[in-house]
């Protein structure tokens, strides 16, 4: 049968020749492509030292966000984990206290918040389903971790801090989302 891909090649037992069981031209051929991929442009870079400019939609590191008094946006309403195609996201809900207003925005709040990075396939959906503009993602990396359980990502990793708000305006454009 005809190959796909045109690169079939029938191959041969015929005992070596003099000049083959020397490996020389073999040798010479092999180090010639060597060379070639050399002096070729190289497509890797050397990170972390260098880092690639991502495009504007690039979908990394999620954020929970905040309101601008500092109030945790999220209200625990279980949208994102129920759109989430990877199962990825966890969370326990908590009525929000008196007294307690000025960390919450809403009456109910996510106590505890769960992403599961080794779940998760950056597809947004998370930050589509999201009534309360509470979750989005960013241009940011996820570590690397040696093991599995460093990438259960909880509210300590995921909200943004009052003193370093997450700017998602660049990557989010000029919709609705890029005036947050
Ligand atoms: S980006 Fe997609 S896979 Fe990741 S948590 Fe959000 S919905 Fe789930
Ligand atoms: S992040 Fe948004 S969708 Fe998810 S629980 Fe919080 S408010 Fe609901």
Redesign the pocket.
Known sequence: MESLSNRKKVVSDKPMTFVERLYLPAIIRGMMVTLKHMLKRRKTIKYPEEQRVFAPVY?GM?VLKRDEEGRENCTACGL??V???????TMIAEERKKGEEHLYREEKYAETYE???L???????????CPKEA?F?TDRIVPTEYERGEFIYGKDMLVEKVDQRIDITKRQGTGKRGKI
């Open positions: 979908r999620h994102c984990a759109a989430c195609p990877a199962e990825a996201i992403i599961n990075m779940r998760c396939i950056f597809c947004g959906l998370c930050e589509e389903a979750i993602l």
